[in-house]
């Protein structure tokens, strides 16, 4: 219970200390640059100097402020712009008639430090009375800045709880554009949601698909790349090296120019911040890094800050998207004069000097700019800047209810997020015609110029626009480009070449090289049968079936039909030979018929001879069947021909054996053999055997006939037509049937061999029928290997062979005796009595 009542008494008296307690601002003041007192103040952070100088942290005695050096003199320019715009609506009659505006203008130094410092002073105000206590209402309206993304950050979330609005000229991180994180965040700037996306499609147009690309490592930095990254692999560009730095990175920045200096790509992306982009240009002139084409951001891509001959001999022929040039009326006689005069503290006629000007030391280093206003008509966010103000001069038009030409309600009360709500809605035009409004990501919708650095022919450099980028259109017409009027790194006409490998040209397919990015490939040929018609063709395509690749596999020609022609020379070698066989055979034939009255004539037995020379003479006649284009018709004709003329031809050959060993046989005492095998049983046996044969045939025709076929089997760049057994039982009873014929025949002639007589028929038969056997047993396995047209050429030399074999075997010692020994052509000596 003690410990109960002590706690509430603690509470007590803590409570009781908190009403009590004044406001008091701990540490030095940090007055802004520029100021001016008015109804309604707006707050101003830019980075007018580039370097931070901080005191030296001894912890023994209080720190001295932070300094800046290094004037940046588009800074400058931006909070004259910012001071210009507000004298316009101070002298407006139309808008905030009767109210004027102050601002409190700081500078940043470009450095978080600082930009932090000076946001709390602005959220603040400077000057608390004794006794004072908070009463929750910030001294500014608005606060327009910072420069950079990462800045912005640190406003926009100082701010966030007390919903006072920024409003960022310069801003393009993609991020900002989160309204959960950042709700009371606005920019007269386009987001990088759509530059990076315009540098991709630069890159992407342009050829280049080997690039090396380095970013600020920082929040607008390193969002923008992601972002560019994540939409160039999209496109199918490929990165050697993506490197990062801050300005405040020295050995890394240093590492990264290494890197740019030992890599193969031509084109760099340069993804950087306009401070930390001097710094990388320093490095490339000392490692004298030259002829790369560079692609810069908005952020510095028109500074004329870093145009000096030693950096144009780096950047000369950049490309990259720049916010648009607009010519704001009265600027550059203000900047010169007016802004001295009435906004500048310590001015010789000491118009603004106040207690802010403690020390007009610190402006020194600005004065040497008051003459000088040549850079004005080029100072492309001094209009963002003018926007800003004019937006934020519209929001407050609004919420104290002015009316044109009469007066505003100066005594209401404005808090910031009624600012936050007023901002959403603006829509006006300003003087240079643009309109401007904000979306529901607080953002602007960009249009940007494609600019070149130049050299004219009096040796200034100059930005010349050569396309734009005007993201309000549909995808199709956003991005134009005339790259024509192009100035090339190194002042090159002729656009450079970055890819990793060359282009794979058609007949060839691309192939990834194995560990590396897709952009890096070998080409290789196009297996036979398939094509690439396109450059850098990912695959072949296969041709259809009756087709085939051309010798430089570009496209699908038609597959060369072979098969046996008379035109050929095979062909022609034997149709001579089959016309020649058909020649002697009739030659033989009318010599037989001439001589038919003589003894060896007669003793041959004459009928059966002239049906043998007959089937002979279709035999070779039938080959002829197998030469030419293969029909339908051809193919049934030339295999039952072959079979029918060959049994018939066997069938005369086996009945003069049968007939020969019968006659012998017949000369022995009591035998009557001949009666069962007389002309008429000779005749009927050619006649059944033959049938057999036809049948045969028949039921091959009837059942699976042969057929006209390409084979594809054999060559793949040609079709091999020919026929197709169609039934290879019906083909191999044909030949079986052949062969049993032939192999009966041998072995009767064979056991004939020996009988007496100086003629003997059955000698000749032998020999013949063993050149039968021997050629049709060496065509089965000649025909099964012979590849396309030569199984063809083989069937018919074995047809044409066999054909001569029988006609020399049995008629060419008959004929040389006929012509040439006719006293041998006697019966006497045929039956060895002489």
Known sequence: MLFILNTLLLFHHLHAKTENTFCQIMGDHKYPLLFKDGDLIIGALFSIHSKEILPEFQFTQKPQLITCSSVNLRDFRIAQTMTFAIEEINKSNTLLPNVSIGYRIHDSCGARLSTMGAIMT???????????????????????????????MIVSRTTGPFKIPVISHSSSCECLGNRKDYPSLFRTIGSDYYYSEALALLVKQLGWSWIGTVNSDNDYGNNGMARFLKIAQQEGICIEYSVKYYRTEIEKLKKAVEIIKKGTAKVIVAYVSFLDMGLLIEQLSIQNITGLQIIGSEAWITA?????????????????????KINIEGLADYVIKAFWDNAFPCSQGGGNSSQYALSCSRYQHLLVLKNYNEDVPDQRYASNVYKAVYAMAHALHSLLKCKEHDSCEKNLTIQPQQVVEALKIVNFVVKFGDNVWFDRFGGIVPLYEIVNWQQDSDGSIQFKAVGSYDASLPPD?????NTENIIWAGGQLQRPRSVCSESCPPGTRK???????????????CADGEISNETDSNDCKHCPEDFWSNTENTVCVLKAVEYLSFTEVMGIVLVFFSLFGVVITVLVTVLFYSKKDTPIVKANNSELSFLLLFSLTLCFLCSLTFIGRPTEWSCMLRHTAFGITFVLCISCVLGKTIVVLMAFKATLPGSNVMKWFGPPQQRLSVLVFTLIQLLICVLWLTISPPFPYKNMKYYKEKIILECSLGSTVGFWAVLGYIGLLALLCFILSFLSRTLPDNFNEAKFITFSMLIFCAVWITFIPSYVSSPGKFTVAVEIFAILASSFGLLLCIFAHKCYIILFKPQQNTKQHLMGKT
């Open 122 to 152: 602005l959220m603040n105000g400077q000057e608390f009375g004794v006794g004072s206590k908070c009463n929750g209402q910030t001294p500014v309206h608005a606060i327009i800045g910072e420069t950079e993304s990462t800045n912005t």
């Open 304 to 324: 004329k800050d870093y145009i000096t001959p030693r950096s144009f001999h780096v950047l000369g022929g950049s490309l990259g998207f720049a916010i648009r």
């Open 477 to 481: 017409q956003r991005f134009v480009l």
């Open 511 to 525: 192939a990834v090289q194995k560990g590396r990015p897709v952009c890096c490939y070998d080409c290789i040929q």
